[in-house]
């Protein structure tokens, strides 16, 4: 796996959609692999919320019987936290502003999350 | 491209013509601006009622962030007023609000949002009229009917506030020209400056010690303004990690991105800041696989699931596991 390249992927995000504040790689068990804060934020924290948020909308979405989960979305008076899944055993979380355009960020997820997904299984394009 | 030429000085092209267009057609729509950070002006009748973009705090953040008004306050409003779609009225008539100064916001987060627009790039311009259910505009006067209000309460729940006709509609509204006189006449002050910060695209980097630059910030050759202007001075200055855009700033104060513009291109001419390069600025990325992969001589990667090995092995310290403090076991057993 390319560390640097998990790293770009990630700041390239940041870069690229207006409105992201903070990014964070995890594995799905709450550990920390890369992460792109701010000095207030504590990436660790992050990722362990992020890991039990998305595991609890994984089951309220098997649960309800609304098809795969696509992302989970905590909205703010400030701004939102998005979770999104990486293959089985990683994840997303981005924590944006209130100009966060949540469209233009899905748009841009799509691919990352699969190359994050590569990258994070070793595999190359 | 010489250091002045990185801000427009006019609307964009596309924008200008599109706008000019539809207001002599006296149209009522939306007006798309594909780019970075783009956005959306929105027309009634050929006035503008509305800006809003993604590089620009909106009426809301403006009001909230800065502390204005309280949270709970701005909920409790909302769910009084909205549903009749007069979320406006009801922030002035609690008090929240000065009539005055709720148009006051409105009409600067308008322009604020009309200056990201233009002070970034325009890809690309689409004209939106307005689905053919979508009743009133809101801001007609007191007719304001039920289906503008069933549109503001929809979009609420779904996107950030507002696709349809935001509360905002109702409270200001602009003529094209005055939109465009505004909006080129804070690029050409912005341009003034020997190097002007791009406000969605230059990160800014705090130069001196932060106990120095504190020290410093009333005595650069442009400080000396009005008092509020210190304060903002002293805020950005504090807020410039390295990572945040100008932007960034103006969401996190819930102050106008012009004026946290304005001040980041004076901090910078005063050398009390810098415009850190894209990729290397702002080093709290981290990767953490990097040095745990490193240090133990990899743990047979063949561990089955789909992780890479670094995260695999990470997790087992490189020491051995670490010991937790136990009871004493005739302690428990008794």
Redesign the interface.
Known sequence: ?S?EA??AE??GLR?RV??I?DAAVA?VDG?????????EID?ESLAALAAAGLGLARRTAAVSGRGPLRQTVTHC??GYAVIYAV????LLAVLG??????G?LHLETGALIERLDDL???RTR | MSERDRIARVLPEEVLAALTAQSRAAATGTLWAAG??GGLLRLDGGRITGAE??????A??LL??SGRIL?AS?VAAYQAGAPSGRFAVELVRRGLVGAAELETVCLMALFDAAFAIAAGTVEECRWEPPPPDAGPVAGNGAGAGAGAAVGTDAAFGA??VGREQPWTSAVTRVDAWQLRAETERRLVALAQFPTPVRP?RDRLAAVAEPAAAQAAVGAGPNAGGPRAAGGLRREVLGLA?G??TA??IA??LGRGVYPVTVEASRLLADGLVRIGS??RE?G???????PR?AAPPAAPSGIA???????SS??ADPAGPVRLPRRQSRVSGS
């Open positions: 796996m560390q998990l790293v990630i700041r870069e207006p409105g504040t594995a550990l920390l692999v890369a992460a792109d804060t701010a000095a990436p008076g400030g293959g089985d055993t990683a502003d209130e100009g966060l355009d949540l233009r994070l299984c070793g | 970075d950070p973009s993604p590089g620009a705090p909106g809301e953040a909230l962030r949270e701005w996107e950030p969605g990690d990572r945040r932007r960034d969401f996190l894209a990729n702002g709290e990325v981290r990767a953490l696989l990097a992969h699931s789909g992780i890479p090995s670094g995260v990470g997790v």
